[in-house]
Structures are given as C-alpha cells and as structure tokens.
C-alpha cells in the first residue's frame, strides 16, 4: 500500500491546474497525481479543428510535459474509492490511501448508448468534435460537402462545453454561404434540451444566428440510432408532447454529441449524489459526506457549465477551501458557479458567453458581449490556447 498526504484523482485541465495552484500556496505539500493518459489534450480547440482553422496536433502534449515538478504522478486508473477508509484502488491492484483527494476525473463519453453509432463514427459522413480522433473527420466531412442535409444532434444529458454541439453547426453555415451551398442545403439541430441557450440575453443572439443559417430546430429529441451505411438516424421524443414519438432523419451529413456521465467508476461509489457526479458543495467544493474530499471540473456535482472556464474560477476556491481544512479553519472561499463559453458563429466571429448561478450575465469586457465579435475570435483562437499552456495548467491564473 502506499500512502500519499494529498491525492489528485485526473491529471486533465483540473487536476494540473490545481496542483500547480496548491504547490504555489506550499511547496512542501506532498502531492500525487493519479492519471494513466501518457497525453494531455486542450479539447476546446477540437471545435476549430472540425471546421479546419486548428492543427489538430497543437492540441495535444504528453502529459509529463504538463506535470508540475515537484509532483509524483502514478501512472495508473482509479478503479475503485473507498472514502470511508480514505483509500482508492487502482487498476493493476495497488492501494493509494490519503490524507485528503481531489477527484477530477472529468467527464465520460457514452458513445454505446447510441446503437450504430461506434461502428460508423468516422465514416458514412457522421462525424463528432467530441473527440480527438474523429475532431479532423468533420472537416473532412464539410470540405466535401456538395449540399444537402447536415444534422447536428446535442444530447439530453449534461454535455461538457454546452456551447460545442452548436458552434460547429454555425461554422458550417458560415462555410457553406462562403462556398454559395447554403441555399442548397437543410441544416437541422436535434437537441435532448428544451432550448438553445441557457441565458436569455445570448439566446436572443444566438437564435438570430439560427435564421441567418435557416436552421430548423428541434428541441426535447434524443438520438438513439445511427444508421451509416443508409445515412439515415433516429430521434425519440422525451418531452411532454412529444414523448415516445420516433422520427428517422436523413442526412449527409451528422454531427454527434454523444449523451455524457460521470464516469463509472464515480458513479458506482459511495462519493456519487443521486445523478452520479462527486457529491460536493456548489459554493465550497468540499464533499458533503466526506469533508477531506473535494472536487472541481467536470466530474463535480454541481449546477455549473461543465467548461475549462468554470475550472479557472473553482480551483483557486478549492485550494483555498482545502488548506483551510488542513488547518482546521473556516472554509471561507465561494465559488458563484461562474463559467464562460465562447460561443463560434462563423469564421472570424464569436460571443463570449459569461454567466453564473444564476443565469445572468457576469462579463469581463465593459462591451456588449451578446455581440457577435472579431476581436473575441481571436481571443479564441489565438489566446485562450497560449493561456492554457502557459498560465491556467502552471496556476499562474
Ligand atoms: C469539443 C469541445 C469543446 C469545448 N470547448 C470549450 C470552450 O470553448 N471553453 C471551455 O472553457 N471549455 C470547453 N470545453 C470543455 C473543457 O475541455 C472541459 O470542461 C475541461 O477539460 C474539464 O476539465 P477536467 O479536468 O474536469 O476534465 P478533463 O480535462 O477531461 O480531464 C480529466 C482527466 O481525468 C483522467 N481520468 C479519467 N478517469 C480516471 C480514473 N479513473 N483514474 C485516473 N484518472 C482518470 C482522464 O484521463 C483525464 O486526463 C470543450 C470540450 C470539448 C470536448
């Protein structure tokens, strides 16, 4: 068995981040990262790479490359918790008992859930930026797209990025207008959600953007099947009106977001509130049973956007709260739900979406946000990625 003071369970955008926070405050802390990828990923670029405006390869590094020093990474999967004796086990059968755990194992992609979907994934047109293999088969997909029928689906699950399943769909009509295809296509959204937008001021945007495109949506829908080979998929109505209703759709072109949990391994432990995720406090970040437990990302039980934004505003709460706790203080650090989502329109334009808890807009330029912006494209595609490598994962912000 091995016995380690402070336990990071995901070495992702979270768990670095955060160690590179905690390791600021004190560099006598003593702190392991669990992780078994040999790489780490900057995924919100992989909507870039899908319209063909990102190398694919500039999103991926090893993750030794990323790993604050002074940090002993064990290299493994965390296969079980057992909080109640403050031990995880992992995969190859070793015991990690800890003092305190940080989990921050991110989010899981339930691609099996769709029948015909893994085995046609990549081909037959249906692509999805939701990963890093299948990201560059969307702009394959577009770039030899002669017109058509182009479906974008979101899924009636938490999704990470809410913004993602749409950006791409507004990128494509912009491409198709500038490449005179768009009056020769039908573009459709099948969303498991009851609206575009969760926030009423970038909605109202949003849904211009939707007629500018001549989008058809479809709301409360949930994709259960892909059929590749034929180009056909099938929606299940979830809401009140619609519930049990089957519509098969065809297509030239699908864009999947696959429906998303926690993972199993989370969902399946005694760290798991009703829905699954890590049971913790929406201000504090502690675990509501478990108070040497805390976590942040993706994986949190929280009302918040599962973003890499919402990230930057928790882990300073959380190495703050945890501390605290070390020390036997008052957890006095609040997180207000903050997160952002850089909303892409078109090539050359996007609206940055801020917002917290309460759905209002918490924005950081003294602009109207709700705008459609060069300037912010390029905070997107320019700086956001040489902040993430530079400053978020080394807790410089
Ligand atoms: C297409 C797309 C577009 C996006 N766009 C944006 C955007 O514009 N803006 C934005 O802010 N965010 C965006 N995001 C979301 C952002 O990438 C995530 O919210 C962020 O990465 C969450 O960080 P995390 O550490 O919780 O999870 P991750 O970064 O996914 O890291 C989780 C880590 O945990 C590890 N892990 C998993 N299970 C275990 C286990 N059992 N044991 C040990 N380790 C484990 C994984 O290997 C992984 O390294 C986007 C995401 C996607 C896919």
Known sequence: MKSVQILIVGGGNAGISTASQLLRKDKHLQISIVEPSEFHYYQPAWTLVGAGIYNIRKTKRTEASVMPKGIDWIRGRVEGFDPVNNRVSLSDGTIVSYQYMIVATGIQMNWNEIKGLPETLGKNGVCSN??????????????????????????????????????????TGDYLRKHGLLNKTQIDYWSGGSRLFGVEKYEKSLLKVAERNHVHMHFTQKLVEVDGPNHRAKFVGIGKENEGQETWVDFDLLHVTPPQSAPD?????????EAGWVNVDQYTLQHKVYPNVFSLGDVAGIPAAKT???????????????????????LDAKYSGYSSCPVVTGYGKLILCEFDYTNQPRETFPIDQSKERWSMFMLKRWLLPWLYWNQILPGKM
Request: hydrophobic share 45%.
């Open 308 to 330: 890499g934004a919402a990230v930057r505003k928790q882990a300073p709460v959380l190495v703050n709260n945890l501390l605290a706790y070390k020390n036997g203080w008052a």
């Open 130 to 171: 939701y990963k890093f293999d299948t990201a560059p088969y969307t702009w394959e997909v577009l770039k030899n797209f002669k017109g058509g029928k182009a479906v974008f689906t979101s899924a009636h699950t938490a999704v990470k990025c809410g913004g993602a399943p749409h950006k791409i769909m507004w990128l």
């Open 265 to 273: 391994v989370v969902r399946n432990s005694p760290l798991a509130n």
